[in-house]
């Protein structure tokens, strides 16, 4: 499951139907009520004998009502689903609050992975992504709290505050021996999904659009957007969906039929029968442009769905990294008691028909950004100095190697003579003491450049990569 | 809870009680009936909606009798209990036989924490601790198959298997990177949990008796090799419980009771209301000999208790580093289609009431062992050679600082020139190809060298201050 740090309002960034949408597919437009068809009364004799056990000789005293949500959790874990997810009544109630009124957080979308609150993406720009929060990174401690037992729901309440303060995030990432601290100032996500620009290339005009999420607004302001570049005759379009972490259903279908071929599928949905309905894209012909979509790790769900369009529908290019892999769509089912039960009642499968769904999209064009991309924070217990040797002073000659023309000469982690000639270079040329130490001040220095570069997109091989398919 | 992969016959190695040990404790004498005291209506209609819910919509086909197992197991872990575990009918059974045969593994007793096989001690001189596992390596893979998901009862069925056989394990080591592969070859393990042995020093006889756990005729055997021990007048007494996994409350309340000074509570049992119940020693009088405990992170259960009450009702002195911390008595119950729970029932203290549970009993003088002792095997992907900087590196270096007489200066992972003067030291006096480089040949002696130096005792710092203590 998903669920947005982000601006959603009345949906939460995964991929979602809405009820009319899941009434269709389910009876053909009448809302069905939930029925019990479960009479096996074995079955619930032997539920009921354990609750009984446990309640009557567990060493300690037992919450019946924490027992009852254990089993319910319980249950859906044996669906190995990690988008099937349990919610109390009154964590259910708190999160439509935090989702009514003004939004401020860090700006990333989470998922629960291996009972562990993970990072699916930061959103663009947002303090998430500025205080170097990346897709995997799983969630270990919030503000001294472990999250071991934390429902999802419960871990975004506390990452979510006022704008301004500081939540401390200590994160366990794939590849990093140790657990990493992170400061993350909170502030206001902004609600805009659709950022487009016009670069000029080789005398072309190309027009790239970013969506950041599949939000209510955001097939309409593709829509303004998209008509804005065509009046201005653009020569290609790249559709920039990297660390989008997907959003409706109903909003990739009306992208979908703004630019794919007339007559593709866009998306097939496949229900608990094997049924499969597939959604045609209603565009008139075929864009005379070519189109090439930009996709990251981070790309999951609706981004998944029409990077898979764009690539099988409409046989353009997709550039960059595998996509995430979510290829399953939830509803929110209400239980007696206001609890309530996040569930996947169907499968989406791409145009040709294929389950991404741990999968990802494959790019036609498979692009890695720079090393530096993926280095990690450093961390400051210690200056880094000559013939020491460890993680952090990899990373830095990483980061060194990446964005100075100071080149350490190796990025292993061992601090060599040139890594001190090339710390001096960086420290002279940023008006720093120069003492071939990476210190605190120098090191926060390195990696401010490294988000600098990132967000300047000087280094966004995959975009560099994309507008060369263009003008070609 | 706690599995033997071990000897066990008709316990597993868990602090576990006998039947009529639990009637007496519960109600004097007589078994009681587990009855039903649930009628809370809401709540059992509770799981019946999800479970219809979910049986209803969920995107495949759900099978209902996982669901109720789903069910249980969350329950269970509700209570944040690690020893409070759900066995379906048809792993308990092959359970009880796996028992009943000659038993046939990797002799190591593991439980489950975080939802991982965790290993919470080799058994001594077994194939598992010969091939370098150690306590708390949570075993993420067994021959190829992902652990995720597997209870711990199928996960010890799979690691179980004929003699001479080999189980690859791929395991996640706490402070280590990668994950490491181990070859272990299963042999049969050997029933005997007694061992001594007197060691002179100083012109005294130090009687040392090592238990390896705490199974049904481990009392029996204790008590007359004591008895041996006591007749030829030894001056002082060791007992040795390091990786020692635990077993039988009435086993080592038995052992207690032979030396434990006359009247001291060997232990306190309290139940769910908080009731406690001492055992005392009926030892008569007290030892004429000073006792030392040798305990280690990975003595748990009964061993703890032992340790404990050496420490406090003794007045004895415990030598070696804080132990593993299981404060918890569980016993097996069967449900009506004959899977099982197993539940901890009750909680023990120490002789003066302490509560050990994830604690441990500290010693009262804190010995580690060398470094080498806690070093990770190597991996011999490649080479290790002369510039390199890696965590292989840093494992070899502490060997060769520990076990050889050539000091390679440092332990950081950096291979510098006199590393590189060690391991050509090395090579030469085992009379290997003096090549400066760590080859797998190279490697591999060294780490044979580390497990003869462990086996040898010749760097047992913790046994080496016990002596101290009753020599002094």
């Known amino acids: 499951m998903y669920v947005a740090m982000g601006p959603m309002n009345d949906d939460n960034g995964s991929m979602e139907m809405e009820q009319d949408e899941v009434a269709q597919l389910i009876n053909g437009g009448e809302t069905e009520e939930v029925l019990g068809n479960v009479d096996d009364d074995e079955e619930m004799a032997k539920i009921q004998q354990a609750i009984d056990m446990i309640t009557d000789k567990y060493v300690d005293e037992v919450d019946e009502s924490k027992l009852v949500e254990g089993a319910i959790t319980g249950m859906l874990e044996t669906l190995e689903d ?14 439509m609050n935090s989702l009514d009124s003004t939004f401020e957080g860090i ?18 720009d947002s303090p998430a992504e500025n205080a170097g929060l990346r897709p995997n990174d799983k969630i270990l401690v919030i503000d001294g709290e472990d999250t071991d037992g934390l429902s999802l729901y419960d871990a975004v309440l506390k990452i979510r505050g006022e704008k301004g303060s500081t939540v401390t995030l200590t994160i366990e990432r794939p590849g990093v021996n140790d657990p990493i601290d992170l400061d993350v100032v909170r502030d206001e996500i902004p609600i805009e999904t659709v950022y487009s620009e016009i670069i000029e290339e080789d005398g072309k005009s190309i027009g790239v659009i970013e969506l950041s999420s599949f939000a209510e607004k955001t097939a309409t302001e593709f829509e303004e957007q998209l008509k804005e570049l065509e009046d201005s005759n653009i020569d290609g379009l790249i559709i920039d969906v990297r660390g989008n972490p997907g959003g409706l259903l109903q909003v990739v279908e009306e992208i979908g ?14 229900d608990q029968e094997g049924e499969r309905m597939r959604q045609l894209s209603n565009l008139d012909g075929k864009k005379e442009y070519p189109i090439v979509a930009l996709t990251d790790e981070g790309s999951a769900s609706a981004s998944e769905i029409l990077a898979g369009a764009l690539k099988e529908a409409g046989g353009y290019e997709v550039v960059g990294t595998n996509t995430f892999g979510k290829g399953t769509v939830q509803q929110t089912l209400r239980m007696v008691d206001g609890s309530e039960i996040k569930l996947t009642l169907f499968r989406w499968l791409t145009s040709d028909g294929n389950n991404i769904n741990e999968v990802g999209v494959e790019p036609t064009i498979k692009v890695e950004q720079p090393d530096f991309y993926y280095a990690t924070p450093l961390d400051f217990e210690e200056p880094l100095t000559y013939d020491m040797s460890n993680e952090h002073i990899k990373n830095a000659q990483i ?14 982690g061992y601090f060599d003579e040139e890594t001190e000639e090339a710390v001096r270079g960086f420290q002279e ?40 398919v263009i003008v070609e």
Chains 1, 2 share one sequence.
Not at 110 to 120: A, E, L, P, Q, Y
């Open 429 to 468: 040329q940023e008006g720093l003491e120069v003492t071939g130490e990476i210190n605190e001040e120098t090191g926060t220095r390195l990696q401010e450049k490294v988000i600098e570069a990132i967000q300047g997109k000087e280094y966004d091989l995959q975009l560099d990569r994309a507008i060369e």
């Open 399 to 412: 980061m060194l190697a990446g964005i100075s023309e100071f080149d350490p000469g190796r990025t292993d």
């Open 82 to 95: 990690p988008y099937s997810v349990y919610m109390d009544e009154s964590t259910a109630e708190e999160f």
């Open 257 to 270: 039929s703004l630019i794919i071929p007339e007559g593709e599928p866009i998306v097939q949905i496949e």
């Open 107 to 124: 700006g990333a979308e989470v998922s629960m992975t291996d009972g562990r609150v993970t990072i699916v993406a930061p959103f663009r």
